[in-house]
Every structure is written in structure tokens, then in C-alpha cells.
């Protein structure tokens, strides 16, 4: 990371937009990073109440969101 | 408003919320209002299209590109994090392939019209009445898409499309 960079970064960091925008972007990297892992999981055989317990959510929530993708 | 749509006009929209879908997108705009009719052979809009030097394939190309540019967005606001998103999806990429992590971003679902898609069938709406039109056709649509300025407008411009003449060819054609 370069000089310029870091004052950016540190110049912009309690700018709610830049923080929200990263907030965002953090966001949508969760939903992959979960929706690849639930995938995954079941394709080794884990039950829609074993994965809603490792995203300490409900079984209901988790099946709704994805087994329309199975 | 839709009952004064043409059915031409109508199979264009339907023809665009598809587009939309299929590139997996989230918001309907007039880019993909675009592509919808650039992509319909019959039609006068079309003509007109392809005579202002406009290639259905370019017009995808740069639809698409315009939508891929929130990745870009994505990693820069990641790294304001110290997040270094193109690090993560190697890695993620390693144990699952590549584009592994691309799922979610392709939106399920019907796409719904952004304000800015809603903005410019609204003006295709005031061409047709300024034209002293009692329906809304393709050609309206169009007028719409260069007047609104945005996303469609947009596309044209990085194709080297003079839109001032096209809109005055459109004009005339209707005219005539």
C-alpha cells in the first residue's frame, strides 16, 4: 500500500459514505462467501438444521433462502 | 400508461425486463431498454439504430461492462478495510473454481424498473404527446432513452453515436 493510499484511507474512514459503501461491499461478500459455503455443505451431506446452527440462524431461514438453489 | 403502449412497444419492455434478467441484473434501465431494441431486425428503431453505426453485440458488450463495474467498486471500498478482495477470491477460488464466488451477484428474480428506467418510459410518454402522438411506440421509447440522459443515453455515447442526429433522424422518420 502506498503513502497516498493510507492518507486516503485514513482521511475517509469516519466518512459515512466511504464507511457505508465498504460496509456494503463487506456485505455482499458475506451473502457469496455464505451462499457458496451453505452449497457446499449440503453437497457433503449437512442437514438444514446442522448448517442453520453453524450461521446461528433458523433452520427455516436458511431453507428458505436457499433450497430453492438445490 | 401501458394501455397506450403499442404492442410493439410492449414486446420491447417484455424483451428488456428478459435482457435484464438473463444478464442477471438487479435494476431494469434504459440500457437494457437499448439492447431490446436494437436487437428487433423489423423495426424502424433499429434501422435507425444501425444506420447511426449502432451493433446489437457492442450495445451488449457495454451493457453488461456498465454492470460489472460495481466489482470494481466493491474491491475499492474493500480495501478501505485493508480488505484485499482480489487476494480473497483466489483464495476462494483455489478450493472451488474460478468465479466461485460470482453467485449471489447474478440477482434471481424479476428485475424491477430503477428510477431511472421509470424516468425514461415517463419521457417516452411526453415524446409521444409532444409529438402529438395518442400512443407510445418503439420510436417514443428511444426518444425517451436519449432524452433521459442516462444509462441507454450513456451506452450510445461510448459507441461513438452522435445522439443529437439520431434523435433528430427519429423525429423525421415519424414525420415522414
Redesign the interface.
Known sequence: MTDA?TLT?AA??DDPR??L??A???R??A???E??QVL?ARRKGWSWQEIAEALEVSRQAVHKKYAKEL | MFERFTRSARLVVGEAVEIAQAMGHQQLGSDHMLLALAGQPAQATSQALTEAGVQPERVREAVAARHRTEDVDDEEALRTLGIDLAAVRAKVEETFGEGALDGPRRHRGRPRLSPEGKKTLGLALREAVRLEDHYIGAEHLLLGILRAGGAGHDVLRSLGVDVAALRRRLETDRAA
Open positions: 493510499k484511507a475517509s474512514a466511504t464507511g459503501r465498504a456494503l461491499a463487506l455482499r461478500l451473502d457469496s462467501l451462499r457458496l457446499n
